[in-house]
């Protein structure tokens, strides 16, 4: 469900919706919010539609579950943990010939963000499926993220290549609509898996990836911190050096291999996923 901002009273527990975001069926039926032009209240700047204090006053949440699934599944890694992994959809538009996005990030201890994004929606009423695998390295507990850093490190891209084939056994997916998609150390597991099984996926969205762990982590000049050599290792060590090597992307592309299409955004002005001109046709 998107985010709705509410007045919550401590005493009695209830809530009362303040302002909510609208989310639109088609442009006929609202789904979230105000549910017709005629009861709506005066818009903030932010185009939001300010709501009455009596709607939701039960503390009942607008969900959006009529419309969408989300479904969990426990996936079975190559070394036998299982991964989770989240997948939303649309009940009325999803088929069985299915594209899909699978998301990944898997570092640091993080957890990966699921939050409902209305940018998504669209892919959504079109048939789409937007999936999210929670590999080892990200967050899930303080083992979770060590078993997916430095010298374990490839078990994040395992787990993300189980999660690509099991959406495809599934039949959740088909065989030859599945991209990858990735966030700065996200970048880093698509492509890794991508070099490993590059016909998995058929296209894969990477924004400022971080694609050459070998050298940047080996540039003294750019603002690394402690927490980044504890992450993926201290190159200048040579056992990190070989186990960062192994999965780097950059290091690792396949001159005779048919890979997907690519789509890499990235900025001059970041802080260490540095612009490199990769050619993904070779």
């Not at 998301?103 to 009423?125: P, Q, T």
């Not at 395992?158 to 997916?173: N, T």
Request: charged share 20%; aromatic share 12%; net charge negative.
């Amino acid at each position: 469900m998107p985010d709705a901002v509410v007045d919550y009273n401590l005493l009695n527990g209830k809530w009362k919706v303040v302002q909510q975001q609208n989310v639109l069926l088609e442009r006929t039926k609202t789904l979230y919010g105000v549910a017709s032009s005629g009861s709506r209240k005066p818009q903030s700047s932010k185009n939001v539609n300010v709501a009455a204090y009596s709607d939701n006053s039960d503390g009942t949440w607008n969900e959006l579950t009529e419309f969408y699934a989300c479904e969990y599944y426990d996936v079975l890694s190559e070394d036998g943990v299982m991964v989770p992994l989240t997948v939303v959809y649309s009940r009325r538009h999803k088929q069985e010939d299915s594209p899909a996005l699978l998301h990944g990030h898997g570092a640091y201890g993080e957890l990966l963000d699921k939050r409902w994004r209305i940018e998504l929606k669209s892919l959504l009423d079109r048939g789409w499926v937007i999936a999210y695998a929670d590999v080892r390295g990200g967050g899930g507990g303080r083992k979770w993220h060590h078993d997916g850093m430095r010298f374990k490190k490839q078990n994040s891209v395992m787990d993300y290549i189980s999660c690509s084939v099991f959406l495809i056994k599934e039949g959740i997916v088909h065989k030859n609509k599945l991209a990858g998609w990735g966030c700065s150390v996200g970048g880093l597991l698509v492509a890794a898996a991508i070099n490993a099984h590059p016909e998995l996926f058929r296209a894969a969205i990477l924004k400022a990836p971080f694609l050459d762990p070998v050298n940047t982590l080996l540039y003294p000049i750019l603002p690394l911190t402690p927490v980044d050599y504890e992450e993926f290792g201290y190159p200048f060590d040579l056992e990190d050096f070989l186990a960062i090597q192994k999965y780097s992307p950059y290091e690792n592309i396949h001159k005779d291999a048919l890979y997907p299409s690519v789509m890499v955004t990235s900025s001059f002005n970041t802080r260490y996923v540095q612009f490199h001109p990769i050619d993904f046709s070779c």
